[in-house]
């Protein structure tokens, strides 16, 4: 069943289609800003406080103030309003000094996922900072898709494995081990990643495509995702889908958000019962 698309613009909510930001805004002209993208589980949110700080972090690295006081006001009335459903939460702070938040469904991803190699450069200023400038993680994604793939996994000029324009890549060495980029490779401090290497033992750091290209199983992990299974690399199937790490890291992922899933949004559904 779709979730209700809502949108609030500096606290001002309303259908999506309604919303209106002036167009002169540098967020849309430039790509000028940041972002987050939230799981909502039954309109629950998973590991809020991690992205309100990660988007500090992004706003900081591009010298953008943000309000976090009104922000948080403005996720609370959007999720009352919301109500218990499965979807993603959008957050958005312009260089215009709008606050937007949008409640959107989820995408269609299936159970596993084929990638494609594209070469990709960290942009050095903007790595690791959750901007709006994500046109060319968009386009490596179409890239990909062009070669057959599902999505991209970028790699370095230099031969060594970043991540996927939206995802984070893990693999299982010969020898049995987990394995994934290290933050310092030029990959963003992904949430998922960051949990799943807290709960897990995990190899991380600048590992050759090769590496990847001889591993019995892989998995993309992300906000979204979660942890989902690759199942060609290249066009080259891989043996397990999903092996048994994966497994392991799927269970321990679901342990986590049974822990960890922020409480309940208010009992009231307005959204239910407006319709
Ligand atoms: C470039 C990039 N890498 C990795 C991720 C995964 O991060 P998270 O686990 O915080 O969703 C994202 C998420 O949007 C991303 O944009």
């Known amino acids: 069943m779709p979730s209700p698309e809502l949108a609030s613009v500096d606290g001002v909510i309303t259908p999506t289609p309604e919303a209106r930001i002036p167009p002169g805004d540098d967020g849309l002209l430039r790509g000028d800003g940041v972002f987050e993208v939230i799981r909502l589980y039954q309109g629950r949110p ?3 406080v991690e992205h309100l700080d990660r988007m500090e972090r992004s706003a900081d690295a591009i010298e953008l103030p943000i309000e976090r006081a009104p922000l948080e006001a403005e996720i609370a009335a959007i999720l009352a309003e919301y109500g218990k459903h499965e979807g993603q939460m959008r957050l958005v702070v312009t260089r215009g000094g709008r606050r937007l938040i949008f409640t959107e469904n989820l995408p269609p991803l299936g159970g596993e996922v084929a990638l494609a190699t594209v ?3 960290p942009t050095i200023i903007l790595t690791g900072v959750k901007s709006l400038s994500y046109a060319a993680n968009m386009q490596a994604t179409r890239i990909a898709k ?3 793939a599902d999505e991209a996994l970028l790699v370095r000029p230099d031969g060594i494995v970043l991540e996927a324009p939206t995802s984070t890549i893990f693999w299982v060495s010969p020898e049995g081990g987990l394995r994934t980029p290290s933050i310092g ?3 963003l401090e992904s949430i998922t990643r960051a ?4 709960e897990l033992h995990v190899e991380e750091g600048e590992y050759p495509i090769e590496d990847l290209r001889g591993a019995r199983e892989a998995f993309l992990a992300s906000t979204v995702r979660e942890a989902q299974p690759v199942s060609a690399l290249d066009g080259r199937a891989l043996p397990e889908v999903p092996g048994p790490r994966t497994q392991e890291v799927i269970e321990a992922f679901a342990g986590v958000l049974a822990s960890e899933l922020d409480p309940a949004p208010p009992a009231a559904d307005p959204a239910e019962e407006r319709s």
């Open 46 to 48: 998973f590991a809020l």
């Open 119 to 121: 070469r990709y450069s």
């Open 146 to 148: 062009a070669k057959g």
């Open 185 to 187: 490779s030029g990959i």
């Open 195 to 198: 949990k799943i290497v807290r």
